[in-house]
């Protein structure tokens, strides 16, 4: 009848409104229902997860590649031994490196050769090398150092040397990497023994 056509045209003309508790039907209605549709809430997408950093990832690494060699393995109380320590490539972006080597105790560093220092230091400056020189340099660019034996009989290991970039085209993960691997000598001990 009337009733029901007016009825109709109020809903139509109603405001829309999300199903509750309240505007349903209570025959259909589930309070566990819209319980859980009032309390999700839309994070969109990502939310919640930890924004990445991948500006260290892409950056390139500081290398070098080289050797080493000396005058011998086993040295009396007093001996010297020259070092050399040769570099024959560095990291792309890289112009040029400081090059120092590991000095053991027991060994003093003498003052003449390539030494920026000398005495008893654990590490002996070699001053830079730039890439114009290893690219003309057909077997890399050696740097010489001497040392005294001053310890005590036993095994010591000089090494590895160090590059450290002083002048790079680009920003580098790490500054330094190490090469030219080890070598260990022999200091022995000068007979007692005497003539007579």
């Known amino acids: 009848g009337d009733d029901q056509v007016l009825d109709e045209a109020n ?10 508790t309240g505007n349903t039907n209570p025959a259909f209605a589930d309070d566990g229902l819209f319980d859980r549709a009032e309390t999700v809430a839309w994070t969109g997408p990502g939310d919640g997860l930890p924004a990445e950093d991948d500006d260290d990832e892409n950056l390139p690494s500081m290398t070098a590649s080289g050797s080493r060699s000396d005058d011998g393995t086993v040295f009396t109380k007093g001996q010297t031994n020259k070092m050399d320590v040769r570099i024959t490539g560095i990291a792309d972006p890289v112009q040029e490196v400081t090059v120092t080597d590991s000095v053991p105790d027991g060994w003093t560093v003498a003052e003449y050769g390539d030494a920026q220092n000398s005495g008893d230091v654990e590490e002996v400056e070699l001053g830079t090398v730039r890439r114009e020189e290893l690219e003309e340099a057909e077997d ?14 036993g095994r010591y290991t000089f090494g590895p040397a160090t590059a450290t970039a002083t002048e790079s085209e680009a920003e580098l993960e790490s500054d330094s990497a190490e090469f030219g691997g080890t070598d260990t000598n022999t200091i022995v001990g000068v007979s007692s023994e005497t003539s007579g």
């Open 11 to 20: 809903n139509l003309h109603g405001i829309a409104r999300l199903p509750t």
């Open 140 to 153: 890399g660019v050696t740097r010489t150092y001497f040392v005294e034996a001053e310890g005590a009989t």
